[in-house]
């Protein structure tokens, strides 16, 4: 079935380091895939998203390019700041109402 | 813009009693959903309503019912809640066309619900 599995955490960077936290997938057709933030205490936000092979998402500084071959979605930033402290989550949505969610990555950036 | 709004933010209750979480978009989507996260789980789907009228079950249905009241409204009822369900709940929604790319879902603050 279609599934999506992303790195595990949690994840602690200092402020101005490079960030790849990754993303693969499994799905039977074409997928549109999405990158999702969630802040203490609050719902997921989404981040970035990509409908079709070798597009590239971006958004405040964060990256991902939906890379069909490797059926990977990984997210990218140069230099992560102390705001960018968050859970990250990959998604997936193939046809209908199915949307399929990572389980999240932590990220914690230090001064 | 409100966006998805949920009601209440917090609440506790006690093994047994009932609640109903509300859940209202403005969007005008067609495409509504209900999911509970926990630690290091995730997000799992309890239910959906693929439009006004219509719910579906999803990963862990079970000590739960729904209600899609409007194409605004769709609500989450515990009838007897259980410790198993203290939980973050997120409502979410989005539209759904067929032959097209679905697009994100967007998701409200959150429920956070202790049960005792």
């Known amino acids: 079935g279609d599934s999506v599995t992303q790195m595990e955490g949690p994840v602690t960077l200092s402020e101005e380091a490079f960030l790849t936290i990754n993303c693969t997938y499994t799905a039977t057709g074409y997928p549109s895939l999405f990158w999702y933030v969630q802040y203490p205490g609050e719902g997921l936000q989404l981040l970035l998203k990509?409908?079709?092979?070798?597009d590239k998402g971006s958004n405040k500084g964060f990256e991902a390019t939906y890379r069909k071959e490797t059926t990977s979605f990984h997210l990218e930033k140069g230099s992560v700041q102390v705001s960018d402290s968050a859970v990250y989550f990959c998604?997936?949505?193939?046809?209908?109402?199915?949307?399929?969610f990572g389980t999240g990555t932590s990220l914690t950036v230090i001064p | 813009n409100a966006g998805v709004t949920q009601t209440p933010k917090f609440q506790v209750l006690k093994t047994g009693q009932s609640m109903t979480l509300q859940c209202a978009q403005d969007m005008n989507h067609n495409s509504m959903y209900w999911y509970r996260q926990d630690p290091g789980m995730g997000l799992r789907l309890i239910y959906y309503s693929a439009s006004e009228g219509t719910t579906d079950k999803g990963e862990v249905p079970n000590g739960y019912n729904v209600s899609r009241l409007n194409k605004r409204e769709f609500s989450l009822r515990l009838e007897s809640a259980a410790p198993s369900q203290t939980s973050v709940y997120f409502c979410?929604?989005?539209?759904?066309?067929?032959?097209?790319?679905?697009?994100?879902?967007?998701f409200g603050d959150g429920t956070r619900l202790s049960i005792l």
């Open positions: 998604a997936l949505s193939v046809v209908g109402n199915q949307f399929y």
């Open positions: 990509a409908t079709k092979a070798d």
């Open positions: 979410a929604s989005t539209s759904v066309m067929t032959g097209y790319r679905n697009q994100p879902q967007h």
